[in-house]
Each structure stands twice: as C-alpha cells, then as structure tokens.
C-alpha cells in the first residue's frame, strides 16, 4: 500500500463518506469538519470518513497519525484508527481511539484505546471502578475486557489539536498522542485487516443481549440538543516498518 497523506486543501476523491440523518461534513481552511446534531433521540445520526468500504480492507500492520480536535462534550461516539467494519462481536476488531458519552449508568463513560474487545481508559467521566470489578468477577456479563480501570490521564483537553498515532504490528498495538506513548495492547487477532477510519455519531454500542441470535454490538442513540464538531487538519497512513513488532 504504500504511503498516504492527506492535508484537505482539497476533498480526497479516494476516500468514502457516509453521513446519516442529522449530520454532515465540509472542508474549509485546509480543514476537515465533521458535525452531527441536534439529533433525535430515536435515530441514528453519523458522519464517517475511511478509505475503505465494507469489503474493501486495505490495511494490516499499519500507522494512522492524524491531528485532530474535537469538543468532546456530546451524547454519542467519536474515534479515529482502524477498523475491519464488522460489528458482529465474535469478528468486530477495533484498533482505534474511542470516546463513548451516554447517560445514567453506561460503564464505558470515557476516552479509551479499544483493541477488538479489550479497552484501556484515557480519560473517564465518572468512577466506573465497581463495574470494571464486576467485569472481573463475572467476565461472562459482556464481552469486553478491561485491561486497566486507572485511566492514563486525570484530566485531557479535546479541545485543543492533538496527533494520535496508532502503531499496528503483528504482536503489539501501540498508541501515541503528541509523540508520548499511552499504552500498547497485543494483536489479539493478527492476521486481521482493516481501513482508517474517522467518525462522529449520537450513539454508544452496547453488548449482546442473551437473545440476540446475531450476536452484534447493538447502538444505543441519544437526543443532542446542540450539534457537535471534529476537525481534522490531516492524515498520514504507511505501512508499519516495525510490523513485527
């Protein structure tokens, strides 16, 4: 594959977007903007961009880097990384950034790395401390494993430009956010492949429940009363020289 950078003084022609319902995108000032909202609750509303579809997988043992700044206060999700664009749980492989925002009791309130089902808090916007020792006492409630329960930042702006970066190799994951290392994860499924991918939508996931025959993480969607903003200023994608890694 190569190389590819992408500074957005122009839309890259190459790449999909996919904008459902009350969302959108534009480029101005070499910038990307993804917006969504005001959403309802009762529909899914999401902007993406990849350079993938949904059989067309680029990508394995890679490096995203983008600088990106978002507000970071919405009900919903927002990421950025790789993804094999499945959602079914036994296939999904996730190896990105994630923020994930929701009401009431939702236990993943925060910023995370996420690497297929195993999760690592950045940030969290409460204590969710009890449900990570549940999760560790009964690990067959749900299908995520959390690796850590002490996030790696007290505090982190979202609002301000920062560059991710997302080392795939063959055994580690590695992440990065302005050239410092948060935290490295194995490949838990090494010979996956998947497309970069960048999105902003009103919903969380949750797991399956007992009689979901299809065995998919499902969306739960929000109502957002204000409409929410993702920049981003560029991408750089390669191959990963320390694939072995």
């Known amino acids: 594959m190569g190389s590819i950078y992408i500074d957005f003084s122009k839309y890259p022609e190459e790449w999909d977007f996919r904008v459902d319902n009350f969302a959108g995108y534009e480029v101005s000032?070499?910038?990307?903007?993804?917006?969504?909202g005001p959403t309802e609750a009762?529909?899914?509303s999401n902007v993406e961009v990849s350079d993938g579809s949904f059989d067309d997988l680029p990508w394995r043992y890679a490096v995203f880097e983008a600088r990106i700044r978002f507000e970071g206060s919405h009900l919903g999700s927002a990421g950025w990384g790789f993804w094999n664009h499945s959602m079914v749980v036994d296939k999904s492989y996730p190896i990105w950034f994630i923020y994930l925002r929701s009401l009431r009791s939702y236990p993943l309130n925060g910023f995370f790395?996420?690497?297929?089902?195993?999760?690592?808090p950045i940030l969290l916007f409460r204590d969710v401390s009890l449900y990570y020792v549940g999760l560790k006492l009964f690990p067959f409630l749900a299908p995520i494993k959390i690796v850590s329960w002490k996030p790696v930042f007290e505090e982190f702006s979202f609002n301000e430009w920062h560059v991710y970066r997302?080392?795939?190799?063959s055994k580690k994951i590695h992440f990065y956010?302005?050239?410092?290392?948060v935290s490295s994860l194995p490949n838990y499924m090494p010979m996956a492949r998947g497309r970069a991918d960048?999105?902003?939508?009103?919903?969380v996931f949750r797991p399956p429940a007992r009689d979901d025959y299809a065995y998919v993480y499902r969306h739960v969607t929000h109502e957002n009363r204000g409409r929410s903003f993702l920049e981003v200023d560029w991408i750089r994608i390669s191959e990963f020289e320390g694939g072995s890694i």
Request: proline share 0%.
């Open 198 to 203: 960048i999105w902003l939508d009103n919903a």
């Open 166 to 169: 997302v080392e795939w190799g």
């Open 42 to 44: 009762l529909y899914y």
């Open 113 to 120: 790395i996420q690497v297929g089902r195993y999760f690592r």
């Open 29 to 36: 000032d070499n910038i990307l903007k993804l917006y969504m």
């Open 177 to 181: 956010i302005d050239g410092s290392h």
